[in-house]
């Protein structure tokens, strides 16, 4: 168990910045999850904090100690890939031991720290397997096991559900949570899904192009997005956005877009400022006729059972709106809808940067 | 971007570049990579190297110019590479279509068929130099009981030397390079061919519109290869024929080591010499296929 | 009635493929079980078929054969010489450059591709010079090093073919559990790359065993030779006993033809995968 901590750390391939001098910290036993779409530099940073790729600049600390010439197995760290990197010719109980054993630690000790591991995670009856004869959920497991035999100070995992069917990475998803609330390591876990960040982390760091974007709590994130590109990568479905001018008219404030609609807005910004208007699905409510109601035309009806998701024309504008329970619309209906400015989220036009609140 | 120096760390260069003490994984790298370097230097470089020091004399070109075996050599060369190796791989070809046919006894015929690849050259050219045996030879001996005439006398005439040390050659090298085409055959999808049944494709044109253009990649570069080993062979030559008769049977390579054997250093690297322009270009053409 | 038509053509092609892929090697064999006399008698099947020429051989009853066993050991230790200190070489070489990417490998591969297609023929007279610079002429390290010089550039490309198609995610993995260089060499690279190691110390041991122009020209004592050597000078008496030659040449070409059809499945998919890249 041990803080990490970043520091203005940088990377570059030749004359390419993938990561452009992060800064953050990783408190001791917090499951942080890095997140962004492909190429934002959240596995390279996780390389480095393993020690597979040279920091070409800041320093990386793992429990205080700089580790940026620190070999990878003098880090203390366990790592689960992608692919699970299981030893192909090793059984499962040599996988698992073969850290302990390239430590040349006492044969009984390895035993019974690899027993203890296969009773956490219900490998017992595999041990003498091999991977080839496993399951990927059991394989994804053996890798975790691999993990945790090591006692590490950190445990870091890159993408290890990619490679799972979707059931499975549910699952898989709650046994690693349930794992890190038993164990208590410090974990960095970096996906491109934003639902399975959302789900796990005690913190997010959200990337894009090889810098942070904002760092917080899934529900921070989620009802406070510091910027546009925040707003849009967390949630699912992902929150609705129309452009338009901001009109501050006494104490009511609405953003019309080009098309002439009028979307009611909250506090925040200045009057004829350029702004993106964000509201997520779930906050549009169906009304019935009342006022004030922005007016919409039903596009598709999407039943998932306990909700139903509309696709609606807004102006000109495709809106995604999420109503609990069932409902009779048809494709073609008008509807009208109420926005609370409260749920409203303002971001300046240019820049992205959210305006207050 | 300067980094901070910070106690207990080695310092790191100033854009944070390479290190220049050697990390374990490096310095374990160039030592094992060491042995074959040092294999390369001791006995590729220097040797090519002195060899050709030693060929550097132009007094060496004008004697082996003056020299007629050296000019029949080059003939026999050329005839024995540019015929040989289109014998060979055009039979390569017609026979990997043959061995792909699914019948077991064609599996079994494919066991036996790698044979001479398989069995070192030496005793099996010096098997075929007996049958050749104009008195005792069982060729002969077939000829004059089914006939009542004499054969020829196999191995004592140039050209007829020659054509025998070819079809040694092919008999060597035919299975490897038929079993190249196999592979390369076996990897065309089997659907083509039932597209092409199914269109009504002939078994001419199902060969020129579907195995042909998929194989001829792989067609070329072994026929290139093969050109490289086929200048390069000693044994078929110098096992059957000997060089003879009378020094008019050698090619590049028998010619090399003939001088060699009678000391003549200088005039067995001019030889070699002379074969680089027919080497170099075909090494250079399989240099950047494989390096791709 | 067309059906039959095909199976004839079939059997039409592979009759005198059979005739011609056999008949030199039946030929051998035929000679190894005759005496002297119906050998040269031109039949098809001897008369009267002995085994004794194999029990002139292996008693060395013969001036050719004097020193049989000598040579047969010879040719054995030679060849597994090359075979295992090529596997050392090109196992450790090919390592280096796929999975360490150690600076320079690049071009140490591209020396090797090079040394693989200049024909051994033309390597031959340099090498025999430069044996003889370094003393090694007349000894069998001679011959042995020779064959590892030739060996190890194909060694070092098929191992490279198959290093280079493992997981990048296996090297990582055992340096975050913490092997060190040779132990991720050893423990993992090793038993993984096991098939093609097969694959590459067969061929090597082949090429060795089957060597005749390098021990012809790097060796001369009769003590020292190995048997393809012997078995070319049977040619220089005019009346060569080759009843005996053939014999000497079938127990000679046995051992490789067995090694062949025993590994054929590591040999077949390891050897000609890297032969020719279409």
């Known amino acids: 168990?041990?803080?990490?901590?970043?520091?203005?750390?940088?990377?570059?391939?030749?004359?390419?910045?993938?990561?452009?001098?992060?800064?953050?910290?990783?408190?001791?036993?917090?499951?942080?999850?890095?997140?962004?779409?492909?190429?934002?530099?959240?596995?390279?940073?996780?390389?480095?904090?393993?020690?597979?790729?040279?920091?070409?600049?800041?320093?990386?600390?793992?429990?205080?100690?700089?580790?940026?010439?620190?070999?990878?197995?003098?880090?203390?760290?366990?790592?689960?890939?992608?692919?699970?990197?299981?030893?192909?010719?090793?059984?499962?109980?040599?996988?698992?031991?073969?850290?302990?054993?390239?430590?040349?630690?006492e044969r009984s000790e390895i035993d019974a720290r690899v027993m203890r591991a296969a009773r956490i995670l219900n490998l017992e009856p595999y041990l003498d397997r091999y991977p080839r004869e496993l399951s990927g959920g059991q394989r994804q497991r053996v890798a975790m096991g691999r993990a945790i035999v090591r006692d590490p100070k950190v445990f870091l995992f890159d993408e290890p559900l990619s490679n799972l069917d979707a059931k499975l990475r549910v699952q898989m998803r709650s046994e690693i949570k349930a794992l890190h609330q038993r164990l208590k390591t410090t974990t960095v876990y970096v996906t491109h899904d934003q639902i399975e960040a959302m789900t796990m982390a005690d913190r997010i760091v959200v990337m894009h192009d090889g810098a942070i974007e904002q760092i917080g709590t899934p529900l921070e994130l989620y009802d406070r997005p510091d910027n546009l590109f925040v707003a849009q990568f967390i949630g699912s479905p992902a929150m609705?956005?129309?452009?338009?001018?901001?009109?501050?008219?006494?104490?009511?404030?609405?953003?019309?877009?080009?098309?002439?609609?009028?979307?009611?807005?909250?506090?925040?910004?200045?009057?004829?400022?350029?702004?993106?208007?964000?509201?997520?699905p779930d906050h549009l409510e169906l009304v019935g006729g009342g006022e004030p109601a922005v007016p919409g035309e039903i596009v598709v009806v999407e039943p998932t059972g306990s909700e139903t998701e509309l696709v609606v024309r807004i102006g000109d504008a495709q809106i995604i709106v999420e109503t609990?329970?069932?409902?009779?619309?048809?494709?073609?209906?008008?509807?009208?809808?109420?926005?609370?400015?409260?749920?409203?989220?303002?971001?300046?036009?240019a820049s992205g940067a959210r305006l207050a609140p | 971007m300067s980094t901070v120096a910070l106690p207990g760390v080695e310092a790191a260069t100033a854009d944070g570049g390479p290190r220049r003490r050697l990390s374990p994984w490096q310095a374990w790298g160039l030592a094992l990579l060491a042995p074959y370097v040092a294999v390369f230097l001791v006995f590729v470089l220097y040797p090519v190297g002195y060899g050709l020091w030693l060929a550097r004399h132009p007094q060496s070109y004008v004697q082996l110019f003056a020299d007629p075996?050296?000019?029949?050599?080059?003939?026999?060369?050329?005839?024995?590479?540019?015929?040989?190796?289109?014998?060979?791989?055009?039979?390569?070809?017609?026979?990997?279509?043959?061995?792909?046919?699914?019948?077991?006894?064609?599996?079994?015929?494919?066991?036996?068929?790698?044979?001479?690849?398989?069995?070192?050259?030496?005793?099996?050219?010096?098997?075929i130099r007996f049958m050749l045996n104009p008195e005792w030879g069982v060729v002969n001996q077939v000829i004059f009981r089914l006939t009542g005439a004499d054969g020829p006398n196999w191995l004592n005439d140039r050209w007829?030397?020659?054509?025998?040390?070819?079809?040694?050659?092919?008999?060597?090298?035919?299975?490897?390079?038929?079993?190249?085409?196999?592979?390369?055959?076996?990897?065309?999808?089997?659907?083509?061919?039932?597209?092409?049944?199914?269109?009504?494709?002939?078994?001419?044109?199902?060969?020129?519109?579907?195995?042909?253009?998929?194989?001829?990649?792989?067609?070329?570069?072994?026929?290139?290869?093969?050109?490289?080993?086929?200048?390069?062979?000693?044994?078929?030559?110098?096992?059957?024929?000997?060089?003879?008769?009378?020094?008019?049977?050698?090619?590049?390579?028998?010619?090399?080591?003939?001088?060699?054997?009678?000391?003549?250093?200088?005039?067995?690297?001019?030889?070699?010499?002379?074969?680089l322009p027919l080497v170099l270009p075909l090494v250079y053409f399989m240099m950047k296929r494989l390096s791709r | 009635m067309k059906r039959l038509l095909t199976e004839a053509r079939l059997v039409l092609i592979g009759i005198p493929v059979a005739i011609w892929t056999l008949l030199p090697i039946y030929h051998m064999f035929l000679f190894s079980i005759s005496t002297k006399e119906e050998a040269f008698s031109g039949e098809l099947w001897p008369a009267h078929p002995t085994l004794r020429n194999f029990g002139i051989v292996f008693r060395e009853q013969n001036y050719f054969l004097n020193h049989f066993w000598r040579q047969f050991a010879n040719s054995l230790l030679i060849a597994v010489a090359v075979g295992a200190i090529t596997l050392v070489v090109a196992a450790g070489a090919a390592f280096s450059i796929s999975r360490l990417r150690t600076r320079g490998g690049r071009l140490v591969l591209n020396c090797a591709l090079f040394t693989y297609f200049i024909p051994a023929a033309f390597l031959a007279v340099p090498m025999y010079k430069a044996m003889g610079t370094y003393g090694l002429l007349n000894t069998q390290w001679a011959l042995i090093l020779a064959m590892v010089t030739i060996a190890s550039p194909y060694a070092i490309w098929v191992l490279k073919q198959a290093s280079d198609k493992l997981p990048w995610e296996l090297d990582e993995a055992a340096r975050i559990d913490g092997a060190s260089p040779l132990q991720l060499f050893r423990l993992v690279?090793?038993?993984?790359?096991?098939?093609?190691?097969?694959?590459?110390?067969?061929?090597?041991?082949?090429?060795?065993?089957?060597?005749?122009?390098?021990?012809?020209?790097?060796?001369?004592?009769?003590?020292?030779?190995?048997?393809?050597?012997?078995?070319?000078?049977?040619?220089?008496?005019?009346?060569?006993?080759?009843?005996?030659?053939?014999?000497?040449?079938?127990?000679?070409?046995?051992?490789?033809?067995?090694?062949?059809?025993?590994?054929?499945?590591?040999?077949?998919?390891?050897?000609?995968?890297?032969?020719?890249?279409?």
């Open chain 1, 1 to 105: 168990m041990a803080p990490v901590s970043f520091n203005n750390v940088a990377k570059t391939f030749g004359s390419t910045e993938v990561i452009r001098g992060i800064s953050f910290d990783i408190r001791d036993g917090e499951f942080m999850v890095l997140v962004g779409p492909s190429g934002c530099g959240k596995s390279t940073l996780l390389r480095m904090l393993a020690g597979l790729e040279e920091i070409t600049a800041g320093t990386i600390a793992i429990d205080g100690r700089v580790v940026n010439h620190v070999d990878s197995k003098d880090r203390d760290i366990a790592m689960v890939f992608q692919s699970y990197a299981l030893y192909p010719h090793m059984s499962v109980r040599d996988n698992m031991g073969f850290s302990l054993r390239l430590r040349r630690a």
């Open chain 1, 240 to 280: 609705n956005v129309v452009r338009g001018t901001l009109r501050r008219t006494g104490g009511a404030a609405h953003v019309e877009t080009a098309d002439g609609v009028r979307w009611p807005a909250g506090s925040g910004g200045v009057d004829g400022q350029g702004v993106a208007y964000g509201v997520r």
């Open chain 1, 324 to 349: 609990h329970g069932r409902t009779t619309l048809q494709p073609g209906d008008t509807v009208g809808f109420a926005i609370d400015p409260a749920n409203v989220h303002l971001f300046d036009q």
């Open chain 2, 69 to 127: 075996v050296f000019a029949g050599s080059v003939v026999n060369t050329l005839i024995f590479v540019v015929v040989g190796i289109n014998l060979k791989m055009a039979a390569a070809l017609f026979l990997s279509g043959f061995f792909v046919t699914a019948r077991p006894w064609i599996r079994w015929l494919s066991v036996l068929f790698i044979l001479p690849w398989a069995v070192p050259s030496i005793p099996t050219i010096l098997s």
């Open chain 2, 160 to 275: 007829i030397a020659l054509s025998m040390a070819m079809l040694v050659h092919i008999w060597k090298s035919l299975p490897f390079w038929t079993m190249i085409l196999i592979a390369g055959r076996l990897a065309i999808p089997g659907e083509l061919y039932e597209a092409a049944s199914v269109d009504g494709a002939s078994v001419w044109q199902r060969f020129r519109f579907i195995t042909w253009p998929s194989l001829s990649t792989l067609y070329l570069t072994s026929a290139i290869l093969s050109m490289i080993w086929t200048l390069g062979d000693f044994n078929s030559v110098y096992l059957l024929t000997g060089g003879g008769p009378a020094d008019l049977t050698h090619v590049l390579a028998t010619l090399g080591i003939r001088y060699l054997r009678l000391d003549q250093v200088d005039l067995a690297m001019a030889t070699i010499v002379c074969a």
């Open chain 3, 189 to 278: 690279y090793l038993p993984l790359i096991a098939p093609s190691l097969v694959a590459v110390g067969t061929y090597a041991l082949l090429l060795a065993w089957n060597e005749y122009l390098y021990a012809f020209l790097l060796l001369s004592n009769d003590k020292d030779i190995t048997l393809p050597v012997a078995l070319g000078h049977f040619l220089s008496a005019d009346d060569s006993p080759w009843e005996l030659l053939m014999t000497t040449g079938l127990i000679y070409a046995l051992p490789p033809a067995a090694i062949y059809y025993a590994f054929k499945r590591y040999m077949v998919t390891g050897l000609t995968a890297g032969a020719v890249k279409s």
